[in-house]
Protein backbone atom coordinates (compact mmCIF):
# COMPACT_ATOMS: atom_id res chain seq x y z
CA UNK A 1 0.00 0.00 0.00
CA UNK A 2 0.84 3.39 -0.60
CA UNK A 3 2.89 5.40 2.78
CA UNK A 4 -0.23 7.58 3.64
CA UNK A 5 -2.57 4.73 2.85
CA UNK A 6 -1.01 3.32 6.53
CA UNK A 7 -1.46 6.78 8.01
CA UNK A 8 -5.64 7.15 7.36
CA UNK A 9 -6.73 3.60 7.79
CA UNK A 10 -5.80 4.26 11.85
CA UNK A 11 -7.52 7.57 11.91
CA UNK A 12 -10.81 5.56 10.41
CA UNK A 13 -10.33 3.04 13.04
CA UNK A 14 -10.29 5.42 15.84
CA UNK A 15 -13.00 7.70 14.48
CA UNK A 16 -14.96 4.75 15.16
CA UNK A 17 -13.43 3.86 18.28
CA UNK A 18 -14.28 7.50 19.38
CA UNK A 19 -18.13 7.41 18.52
CA UNK A 20 -18.25 3.73 20.36
CA UNK A 21 -16.67 5.00 22.57
CA UNK A 22 -18.58 7.92 23.47
CA UNK A 23 -21.54 5.41 23.14
CA UNK A 24 -20.23 2.82 25.42
CA UNK A 25 -19.03 5.17 27.95
CA UNK A 26 -22.71 7.21 27.98
CA UNK A 27 -24.15 3.62 28.86
CA UNK A 28 -22.49 4.03 32.23
CA UNK A 29 -19.35 1.70 31.73
CA UNK A 30 -16.36 2.92 33.34
CA UNK A 31 -13.48 4.02 31.38
CA UNK A 32 -11.30 1.35 33.13
CA UNK A 33 -12.99 -1.45 32.13
CA UNK A 34 -13.35 -0.70 28.57
CA UNK A 35 -9.60 0.48 28.41
CA UNK A 36 -8.53 -3.21 29.88
CA UNK A 37 -11.19 -5.20 28.37
CA UNK A 38 -10.09 -3.89 24.92
CA UNK A 39 -6.67 -4.75 25.23
CA UNK A 40 -6.60 -7.79 26.61
CA UNK A 41 -9.08 -8.69 23.81
CA UNK A 42 -6.23 -7.43 21.68
CA UNK A 43 -3.68 -9.22 23.54
CA UNK A 44 -5.23 -12.82 23.25
CA UNK A 45 -6.08 -11.72 19.43
CA UNK A 46 -2.73 -11.04 18.44
CA UNK A 47 -0.33 -13.00 20.33
CA UNK A 48 -0.77 -16.38 18.34
CA UNK A 49 0.67 -14.48 15.74
CA UNK A 50 3.05 -12.55 17.04
CA UNK A 51 4.75 -15.12 19.80
CA UNK A 52 7.33 -16.64 17.14
CA UNK A 53 8.52 -12.88 16.59
CA UNK A 54 8.69 -12.30 20.11
CA UNK A 55 10.96 -15.46 20.52
CA UNK A 56 13.26 -14.56 17.68
CA UNK A 57 13.08 -10.58 18.91
CA UNK A 58 13.67 -11.75 22.77
CA UNK A 59 17.18 -10.60 22.48
CA UNK A 60 16.27 -7.34 22.20
CA UNK A 61 13.17 -7.02 24.80
CA UNK A 62 15.42 -7.90 27.04
CA UNK A 63 18.01 -5.27 26.12
CA UNK A 64 15.04 -2.54 25.44
CA UNK A 65 12.61 -3.80 28.20
CA UNK A 66 12.67 0.42 29.66
CA UNK A 67 11.68 2.08 26.63
CA UNK A 68 9.30 -0.96 25.59
CA UNK A 69 7.71 0.12 29.28
CA UNK A 70 7.50 3.58 28.65
CA UNK A 71 5.91 2.65 24.81
CA UNK A 72 3.33 1.02 26.64
CA UNK A 73 2.61 3.55 29.32
CA UNK A 74 2.20 6.29 26.87
CA UNK A 75 0.56 4.57 23.50
CA UNK A 76 -1.17 1.44 25.23
CA UNK A 77 -2.01 2.67 28.51
CA UNK A 78 -2.55 6.50 29.50
CA UNK A 79 -3.70 7.68 25.54
CA UNK A 80 -6.64 5.01 25.54
CA UNK A 81 -7.82 5.50 29.21
CA UNK A 82 -6.79 9.20 29.80
CA UNK A 83 -9.29 9.23 26.44
CA UNK A 84 -11.84 6.99 27.81
CA UNK A 85 -11.91 9.65 31.20
CA UNK A 86 -12.08 12.60 29.33
CA UNK A 87 -15.15 11.76 27.56
CA UNK A 88 -17.51 10.56 30.75
CA UNK A 89 -16.64 15.03 31.99
CA UNK A 90 -16.17 17.05 28.83
CA UNK A 91 -18.38 17.93 25.83
CA UNK A 92 -17.78 15.99 22.16
CA UNK A 93 -16.85 19.68 20.91
CA UNK A 94 -14.01 19.78 23.49
CA UNK A 95 -12.74 16.78 23.27
CA UNK A 96 -12.76 16.79 18.69
CA UNK A 97 -11.30 20.38 19.74
CA UNK A 98 -8.14 19.00 21.74
CA UNK A 99 -7.08 16.35 19.66
CA UNK A 100 -7.00 18.25 16.61
CA UNK A 101 -4.60 19.85 18.53
CA UNK A 102 -2.08 16.89 18.94
CA UNK A 103 -0.33 17.60 15.53
CA UNK A 104 1.26 20.90 16.94
CA UNK A 105 2.36 18.81 20.31
CA UNK A 106 3.57 16.12 17.58
CA UNK A 107 5.92 19.24 15.69
CA UNK A 108 6.99 20.71 19.25
CA UNK A 109 7.27 17.17 20.78
CA UNK A 110 9.75 15.97 18.05
CA UNK A 111 11.49 19.56 17.86
CA UNK A 112 12.49 18.94 21.53
CA UNK A 113 13.32 15.68 21.81
CA UNK A 114 14.60 14.91 18.37
CA UNK A 115 15.87 18.52 17.36
CA UNK A 116 13.59 17.98 14.14
CA UNK A 117 12.78 21.42 12.32
CA UNK A 118 9.64 21.89 10.14
CA UNK A 119 9.64 23.69 6.60
CA UNK A 120 7.47 26.95 5.56
CA UNK A 121 5.10 24.94 4.03
CA UNK A 122 4.77 22.17 6.66
CA UNK A 123 3.96 24.83 9.29
CA UNK A 124 1.52 26.72 6.53
CA UNK A 125 -0.26 23.58 6.21
CA UNK A 126 -0.45 23.17 10.05
CA UNK A 127 -2.44 26.31 10.07
CA UNK A 128 -4.65 25.96 7.57
CA UNK A 129 -5.81 22.29 8.45
CA UNK A 130 -5.89 23.25 12.41
CA UNK A 131 -8.01 25.59 11.07
CA UNK A 132 -10.59 23.47 9.28
CA UNK A 133 -10.70 21.43 12.58
CA UNK A 134 -11.87 24.57 14.03
CA UNK A 135 -14.51 25.34 11.51
CA UNK A 136 -16.09 21.80 11.95
CA UNK A 137 -15.57 21.75 15.86
CA UNK A 138 -17.12 25.22 16.32
CA UNK A 139 -19.87 24.53 13.75
CA UNK A 140 -18.98 27.30 11.89
CA UNK A 141 -19.49 29.46 14.69
CA UNK A 142 -17.03 31.70 16.46
CA UNK A 143 -19.53 31.57 19.17
CA UNK A 144 -18.96 28.68 20.21
CA UNK A 145 -14.97 29.26 20.79
CA UNK A 146 -16.05 32.27 23.07
CA UNK A 147 -18.37 29.75 24.96
CA UNK A 148 -15.47 27.16 25.58
CA UNK A 149 -14.80 26.05 29.35
CA UNK A 150 -11.88 23.90 30.20
CA UNK A 151 -13.29 21.04 32.96
CA UNK A 152 -11.43 18.14 34.56
CA UNK A 153 -12.63 16.06 31.35
CA UNK A 154 -10.79 18.65 29.23
CA UNK A 155 -7.57 18.43 31.43
CA UNK A 156 -7.95 14.41 30.96
CA UNK A 157 -7.84 14.97 26.72
CA UNK A 158 -5.32 17.30 26.88
CA UNK A 159 -3.18 14.49 28.82
CA UNK A 160 -4.00 12.25 26.69
CA UNK A 161 -2.70 13.99 23.46
CA UNK A 162 0.43 15.29 25.55
CA UNK A 163 0.85 11.17 25.72
CA UNK A 164 0.14 10.33 22.50
CA UNK A 165 2.61 12.82 20.75
CA UNK A 166 5.59 11.51 22.92
CA UNK A 167 4.66 7.88 21.63
CA UNK A 168 5.11 9.20 18.30
CA UNK A 169 7.68 11.06 17.98
CA UNK A 170 9.93 8.13 20.04
CA UNK A 171 8.89 5.10 17.35
CA UNK A 172 11.58 6.83 14.99
CA UNK A 173 13.44 5.66 18.51
CA UNK A 174 11.86 2.22 18.69
CA UNK A 175 13.89 -0.96 18.77
CA UNK A 176 14.57 -2.42 15.46
CA UNK A 177 12.24 -5.19 16.14
CA UNK A 178 9.01 -7.15 14.17
CA UNK A 179 6.49 -4.66 14.47
CA UNK A 180 4.34 -7.47 15.40
CA UNK A 181 6.43 -8.41 18.17
CA UNK A 182 6.84 -4.83 19.16
CA UNK A 183 2.95 -4.23 19.41
CA UNK A 184 2.61 -7.61 21.45
CA UNK A 185 5.19 -6.71 23.88
CA UNK A 186 4.47 -3.39 24.56
CA UNK A 187 0.35 -4.10 24.45
CA UNK A 188 0.70 -7.14 27.02
CA UNK A 189 3.08 -4.46 29.40
CA UNK A 190 0.31 -1.80 28.55
CA UNK A 191 -2.63 -3.85 29.54
CA UNK A 192 -0.39 -5.15 32.57
CA UNK A 193 -0.09 -1.81 33.53
CA UNK A 194 -3.97 -1.21 33.47
CA UNK A 195 -4.78 -4.13 35.68
CA UNK A 196 -4.30 -3.30 38.93
CA UNK A 197 -6.24 0.36 37.61
CA UNK A 198 -8.89 -1.94 36.52
CA UNK A 199 -9.02 -3.92 39.70
CA UNK A 200 -8.92 -0.23 41.65
CA UNK A 201 -10.79 1.88 40.18
CA UNK A 202 -13.74 -0.02 38.12
CA UNK A 203 -17.15 0.81 39.58
CA UNK A 204 -18.93 -1.88 36.48
CA UNK A 205 -20.23 -5.26 36.75
CA UNK A 206 -18.80 -7.25 34.08
CA UNK A 207 -22.07 -9.29 33.75
CA UNK A 208 -24.26 -5.97 33.34
CA UNK A 209 -22.34 -6.06 29.78
CA UNK A 210 -24.57 -5.80 26.88
CA UNK A 211 -24.24 -7.80 23.69
CA UNK A 212 -24.11 -4.36 22.21
CA UNK A 213 -20.98 -3.13 24.99
CA UNK A 214 -18.95 -5.95 23.52
CA UNK A 215 -19.31 -5.58 20.15
CA UNK A 216 -17.83 -2.14 20.76
CA UNK A 217 -15.39 -3.47 22.75
CA UNK A 218 -14.55 -6.13 20.35
CA UNK A 219 -14.31 -3.91 17.40
CA UNK A 220 -11.76 -1.67 19.72
CA UNK A 221 -9.84 -4.46 20.53
CA UNK A 222 -9.40 -5.87 16.54
CA UNK A 223 -9.77 -2.35 14.32
CA UNK A 224 -8.74 0.20 17.09
CA UNK A 225 -5.96 -1.48 18.63
CA UNK A 226 -4.65 -3.71 16.57
CA UNK A 227 -5.02 -3.11 13.02
CA UNK A 228 -4.66 0.76 14.04
CA UNK A 229 -1.81 0.62 15.99
CA UNK A 230 0.21 -1.28 13.37
CA UNK A 231 -0.95 0.62 10.80
CA UNK A 232 0.34 3.49 12.52
CA UNK A 233 3.83 2.27 13.59
CA UNK A 234 4.36 1.46 9.97
CA UNK A 235 3.29 4.81 8.44
CA UNK A 236 5.38 6.95 11.18
CA UNK A 237 8.28 4.46 10.43
CA UNK A 238 7.72 5.31 6.45
CA UNK A 239 6.87 9.23 6.79
CA UNK A 240 7.66 10.37 10.01
CA UNK A 241 6.34 11.89 12.74
CA UNK A 242 5.71 15.46 11.79
CA UNK A 243 4.16 14.42 8.27
CA UNK A 244 1.98 11.59 10.72
CA UNK A 245 0.67 14.57 12.80
CA UNK A 246 -1.16 15.78 9.73
CA UNK A 247 -3.37 12.83 9.07
CA UNK A 248 -4.72 13.46 13.10
CA UNK A 249 -6.97 16.28 11.62
CA UNK A 250 -8.74 13.80 9.35
CA UNK A 251 -10.19 12.72 12.70
CA UNK A 252 -13.16 14.73 12.82
CA UNK A 253 -14.22 14.60 9.40
CA UNK A 254 -13.97 10.83 9.47
CA UNK A 255 -15.96 11.12 12.79
CA UNK A 256 -18.95 13.04 10.62
CA UNK A 257 -18.99 10.49 8.35
CA UNK A 258 -19.41 8.17 10.97
CA UNK A 259 -21.89 10.03 12.40
CA UNK A 260 -24.02 10.31 9.58
CA UNK A 261 -23.81 6.45 8.91
CA UNK A 262 -24.30 5.30 12.53
CA UNK A 263 -25.95 7.84 14.16
CA UNK A 264 -28.30 9.86 11.07
CA UNK A 265 -26.36 13.35 11.70
CA UNK A 266 -26.84 15.77 8.73
CA UNK A 267 -23.67 17.15 6.75
CA UNK A 268 -23.74 20.92 6.89
CA UNK A 269 -22.31 23.69 5.06
CA UNK A 270 -19.73 23.85 7.41
CA UNK A 271 -18.62 20.57 7.56
CA UNK A 272 -17.93 20.90 3.76
CA UNK A 273 -15.67 23.52 4.12
CA UNK A 274 -13.40 22.67 7.25
CA UNK A 275 -13.26 19.06 5.16
CA UNK A 276 -11.91 20.65 2.41
CA UNK A 277 -9.41 22.91 4.62
CA UNK A 278 -7.99 20.08 6.31
CA UNK A 279 -7.01 18.65 2.49
CA UNK A 280 -5.82 21.37 1.70
CA UNK A 281 -3.49 21.34 4.87
CA UNK A 282 -2.59 17.93 4.41
CA UNK A 283 -1.57 18.37 0.95
CA UNK A 284 0.31 21.82 1.39
CA UNK A 285 2.30 19.95 3.96
CA UNK A 286 3.21 16.58 2.50
CA UNK A 287 2.31 16.28 -1.13
CA UNK A 288 3.69 20.10 -2.34
CA UNK A 289 6.24 20.12 0.53
CA UNK A 290 7.55 16.87 -0.59
CA UNK A 291 7.68 18.23 -4.38
CA UNK A 292 9.10 21.61 -3.49
CA UNK A 293 12.00 19.49 -1.73
CA UNK A 294 12.51 17.39 -5.20
CA UNK A 295 12.70 20.71 -7.20
CA UNK A 296 15.25 21.65 -5.00
CA UNK A 297 17.21 18.41 -4.99
CA UNK A 298 17.26 18.50 -8.87
CA UNK A 299 18.33 21.89 -9.31
Known sequence: MPAFVYLLLPILFWSGNYVLGRL???????????????????????????YPKIVADWALVRKHWPMLLLFALLGICNYNLFLYIGLTSTTVTNAVLLNSIMPVMILITARLLLGTKTSTL???????????????????????????TISSGDLWIITAAISWAIYSVLLTKRPTMNILSFFAVTAMLGTCIQFPLFLLFSSTEVTTLTGANWGAIIYMGIFASIGAFICWNIGVHKLGAATAGHFVHLLPVFSIFLSVLFLGEQIESFHGVGILLIFTG???????NQRVKQDKAQA
Open 24 to 50: TVSDGIDPYTISFFRWSIACLLILPFA
Open 122 to 148: QNTGILISTLGAFVIVSRGSLDTFLHL
Open 282 to 288: IATATIL
